[in-house]
């Protein structure tokens, strides 16, 4: 009987303003629908570190340093995408007479120094947010229980993460420009659910293929908040003087932080060629989280998704391999 070839590939993608971005064993591409309708498709060169510094490319190292590499990219490519999609002119069309003034007085300089800024406050929000606050919060409970709580200090801070993160996704999915770039999100995860199941890359059969994947970064946040739960609860067993230290216990899980992304990293990419009962309990959270961060897109969205997944994928055996 004649079986389709299915492939367990490398390739992962992120939503874009109007588009998708595809990185495939070989390279970046993203599909940019513009506003005159066409999509415009371009592949990008990516220079990792780790093909530079090999230590770097080494287990749990690699997940930070991926980390990394992929905030920094993602960002350049989401501005590029507004860019290229035309929406910035169209948002231009909509500023105010003082917005506009600071625009062309500054230019590109005050609107790198905005984007600068509200970077900043994002990382110190988020710092507030899954840091100082469950710390906070767990350190009055122990007080307002006398103690009864300290044992489970890893599991109280951890689920208290978990409540802000699924709140937060809830929130802002709720926002318009939101829904359509998680539609973005949806055609990424089908376009490339209906290649791994070796079926041909057209809108139909992309329209019916799973819009749920295991590597997802949502799926990635969330099993790196399920191993923060077991990590943090393990060191602070072993130093329990520290963990009573508010200060100090934020210092010992910012240095094991690493750790704990790139615990998170190697089961993703565990996750990804492997289809058993471990698997699918860590990541089944992450996965029913998709159902908020992804929504089913329509036909020229996943016309986008195609685009840009045709663009990084080829017909090498060797690519199949997750790296």
């Known amino acids: 009987m004649f079986q389709k070839k299915t492939h367990k590939t490398s390739v992962g993608g992120q939503a874009l303003i109007e588009g998708v971005m595809m990185q495939g064993p070989k390279g970046v591409a993203t599909a940019i629908r513009k506003t005159d309708g066409s999509v415009f498709v371009e592949y990008h060169s990516v220079k990792h570190i780790k093909d530079k510094i090999k230590f770097l490319g080494w287990p749990i190292i690699r997940g930070i340093v991926n980390f990394i590499e992929s905030m920094i990219l993602g960002y350049r490519l989401l501005m590029y995408s507004a860019e290229a999609s035309g929406m910035e002119d169209f948002e231009e069309e909509e500023l105010s007479k003082f917005e506009k003034w600071l625009n062309g007085k500054f230019g590109g300089k005050f609107m790198n120094f905005v984007t600068g800024v509200a970077s900043v406050l994002g990382v110190l929000l988020a710092f507030l947010l899954f840091f100082y606050f469950p710390v906070l919060f767990f350190n009055k409970l122990n007080e307002w ?68 994947h295991p590597r997802c970064g949502t799926s990635f946040i969330f099993v790196i908040l399920i191993f923060s739960i077991i990590v943090y609860s393990v060191v602070a067993k072993l130093f329990p003087a520290i963990a009573v230290n508010r200060v100090l216990w934020l210092l010992l899980k910012l240095a094991f932080l690493p750790l704990v992304m790139g615990l998170g990293y190697e089961f993703i990419r565990y ?52 790296k």
Not at 282 to 288: E, Y
């Open 145 to 212: 229980t006398a103690g009864a709580v300290t044992d489970y200090q890893g599991l109280i801070e951890g689920a208290l993460k978990i409540i802000i993160f699924v709140c937060y996704l809830l929130l802002v999915s709720r926002m318009k420009d939101i829904k359509r770039l998680f539609k973005y999100h949806g055609a990424e995860h089908k376009s490339i659910a209906c290649y791994e199941s070796g079926e041909e890359l057209t809108v139909e059969n992309v329209r019916k293929s799973c819009r749920f």
């Open 271 to 322: 996750a990804g060629k492997h289809d058993n009962l471990f698997v699918k309990i860590v990541s089944a959270p992450g996965l029913w989280m998709q159902r908020i961060t992804t929504k089913e897109p329509d036909d020229d969205i996943i016309e986008v998704g195609i685009a840009a997944l045709k663009a990084v994928i080829t017909d090498d055996p060797r690519d199949d391999e997750i």
